[in-house]
């Protein structure tokens, strides 16, 4: 027997072929987000030993969210949002949804969040 009618019996002893598992990226909303945050936040007082002061993360995304030179915000002579205090939280739009992946955020949390975080509690 040579190889070539070998390696088909092997493979039709095993049956049909399984499909290969395809890789999704999965976006979360801001709702799922904020939960994300809030898992790493509660992980990160609990290393640190820093007292829970029950942050608003999906307040947070909703305010960096905003257009921060807008018409009414140029009006009124200073940027909307709070993307001054906190840096830009990464997100793509689908439609008109803003989309996080976990990654991203996890960076800007690490990036941007932990240090202020470290910064009050000392």
């Not at 945050?37 to 942050?55: G, K, V």
């Not at 969210?65 to 200073?78: K, M, N």
């Not at 793509?92 to 202020?116: C, D, Q, T, V």
Request: aromatic share 10%; hydrophobic share 35%.
């Amino acid at each position: 027997m040579n190889i070539l009618t070998e390696s088909k019996e092997v493979i039709a002893n095993k049956g049909p072929a399984k499909k290969d598992k395809k890789i999704t990226i999965i976006n979360l909303n801001k709702s799922e987000a904020s939960h994300y945050l809030h898992n790493l936040y509660e992980e990160c007082i609990e290393a640190l030993e820093i007292d829970n002061t029950h942050p608003d993360f999906y307040s947070l995304i909703t305010e960096n969210l905003r257009d921060p030179v807008s018409a009414s915000a140029i009006e009124q002579g200073y940027p909307r949002g709070n993307r001054a205090s906190y840096s830009n939280i990464p997100c793509i739009r689908i439609g008109n949804r803003p989309m996080f992946f976990k990654s991203k955020l996890k960076e800007w949390f690490n990036m941007h969040y932990a240090p202020k975080l470290l910064k009050t509690a000392a």
